[in-house]
């Protein structure tokens, strides 16, 4: 990004696209017999500068006063009241603000006003789109742990002018009222002149050129690093307070409308029925995260048999992510969870990288397929399937133990009092050898879980399935491993949305078949 100042025109200040402006504020008052009036704003002036250009962002003209009440009784010392310095911050806030910049850097060359910071903090607090961060330059200089204390025109401030090529005079009168027992606080009581009269306080005839020089470079290093690394901090997370404090409960009945909201606005596919289920089945181990009195999160659990649990639903109100609400909840979850044995979830990639760094294992992969609403043909089944009654359901539901690796007789019996029209079994010699159920969604029919012995079952229940949700969009979350199945589904329309990866935390069953699975209910169940 390039830099521009008030030295470019108005067409230089639209192309700049930092949406970061600088501004030093400085001072018109008395630096003993040596320095200039204006020394507080010169440096304030020279070190905004140079964060500007490094920082490719726009500079404005440098405020010349500031908060001098101090320096009272030096003839050409002009003071700012401490009022009108907060209103001239907020007004410069507001005219920025109005102009899409979303960064004010000040950078602060007198220590005297001290009214800056309250209005920065007032402006800060009210997260609006502009975020200021104030920089002092005399606080990022490398100090000597042996350097003599000082306030004002000493040294340190000396050597800079010199190293500028400020105009810096030869009069540089010593003066140190620490050693008379004044305190820097002792400036609200009293002004300069009455601890120094001659303004100064510190050593000035110690100044050089060569450690003006060193103080510059010291001062440019560490404040553009403090700069940038408040940036970085405001652009993950711009709000003053951050997501402050977050609680949890369990979650309620009452509170099922608003889990269903947040599917909406992260356009899951979840319906009211799904949301009644995880309620349900959880038995008391799905949470609400709270802030500042309002539900902000969800997440929801369940433990099949004590053998394994799966931790679904983790969502968060996109007002306050990027906070760390779900990995509370997520946290929350897995310690009530693996008490009971090992955890599993499907991950998307991106929540694999969190789920990695909280002990979880990779264990297959799954592929989201998705098909719009079509109205072709379907291939014959190759073995006929017939409807699923109630009076099979208690053989359905001993039958996927065996597969799935614990009872979920709760979530079988829900889809198929819920989606009839999508649960098929295959029986040979009065056996159970595969099963097929669905349920309804907000964008998609869903297909799954499908459970068969073997391939030629799982796709005879698919397309017997798949005959009921005819103009309507479609979609099957598969296991990536049933290639025969996999490239039916492709023949059929099916595009990947998104892949998962199931993983484990703890050892995985034994009693879980996989190789007899080949579609799942969803992600947040299994």
């Known amino acids: 990004m390039s830099f521009v100042g008030p030295e470019h025109t108005s067409v230089d200040w639209q192309l700049n696209e930092s949406g970061i402006a600088v501004w030093s504020i400085g001072a018109q008052e008395q630096h003993g017999h040596h320095l200039p009036l204006e020394t507080d704003t010169l440096q304030a002036q020279y070190f905004a500068r140079y964060a500007a250009e490094t920082l490719g962002a726009c500079l404005l003209p440098g405020l010349p006063y500031g908060t001098s009440l101090e320096h009272a009784g030096f003839r050409g010392s002009i003071t700012l009241t401490p009022d009108l310095l907060m209103a001239l911050t907020r007004q410069m806030a507001d005219e920025l603000e109005a102009q899409s910049f979303t960064r004010l850097i000040i950078v602060n060359g007198h220590g005297g006003n001290f009214s800056l910071f309250p209005a920065v903090r007032e402006i ?41 090529g400020a105009p810096v005079g030869d009069e540089r009168i010593d003066s140190d009222p620490f050693e008379v027992g004044a305190k820097q606080s002792d400036l609200n009581h009293f002004g300069v002149g009455r601890v120094s009269k001659a303004g100064t306080w510190g050593y000035p005839s110690k100044a050089t050129k060569a450690k003006g020089q060193k103080y510059i470079k010291n001062v440019k290093k560490n404040m553009i690093a403090y700069i940038k690394e408040r940036l970085a901090i405001l652009d993950e997370d711009p709000r003053y307070g951050g997501s402050g404090p977050v609680a949890l409960r369990p979650m309620k009945a009452d509170d099922l409308p608003f889990g269903l909201s947040l599917s909406r606005v992260a356009n899951w596919n979840q319906m009211m029925a799904d949301w009644q289920l995880y309620f349900q089945a959880s038995n008391g181990n799905s949470f609400i995260a709270m802030h500042n009195g309002k539900k902000v999160g969800t997440v929801t659990s369940i433990t099949y048999q004590n053998k394994f649990s799966w931790v679904g639903m983790v969502l968060v109100d996109p007002n306050i992510r990027r906070c760390g609400v779900g990995t509370t909840l997520l946290n929350k979850a897995i310690d009530v969870c693996k008490e009971m044995g090992p955890v599993v979830l499907d991950a998307t990639p991106e929540g694999r990288k969190l789920y990695s760094t909280l002990g979880f294992k990779d264990d297959i992969y799954l592929s989201r397929m998705v098909v719009d609403a079509t109205t072709q043909a379907l291939p014959k089944p190759t073995i006929a399937c017939e409807k699923m009654r109630a009076t099979n359901l208690s053989h359905v539901i001993a039958y996927d133990e065996k597969i799935f690796g614990a009872n979920r007789g709760d979530v079988l019996t829900h889809l198929f009092n819920t989606a009839k029209r999508y649960a098929f079994i295959y029986k040979k010699a009065g056996k159970v050898c595969g099963y097929c159920m669905g349920r309804t969604g907000h964008e998609f029919e869903q297909v799954g879980p499908i459970v068969a012995d073997n391939d030629e079952i799982a796709q005879s229940l698919l397309l017997t399935a798949l005959t009921n949700s005819r103009r309507k969009s479609v979609l099957v979350d598969c296991f990536d491993d049933k290639d025969d199945f996999y490239q039916l589904l492709e023949s059929l329309g099916f595009e990947q949305q998104r892949p998962f990866i199931r993983m484990f935390l703890g050892k995985k069953p034994k009693s879980i078949n996989n190789d007899k699975q080949y579609a799942i209910f969803g992600p947040e169940l299994g």
């Open 124 to 164: 800060n607090r009210q997260d609006r789109n502009i975020k200021i961060i104030i920089a002092c330059p005399w606080e990022f200089r490398d100090r000597s742990k042996k350097e003599v204390p000082e306030i004002h025109a000493g040294e340190t401030e000396t050597s800079i002018m010199i190293a500028m």
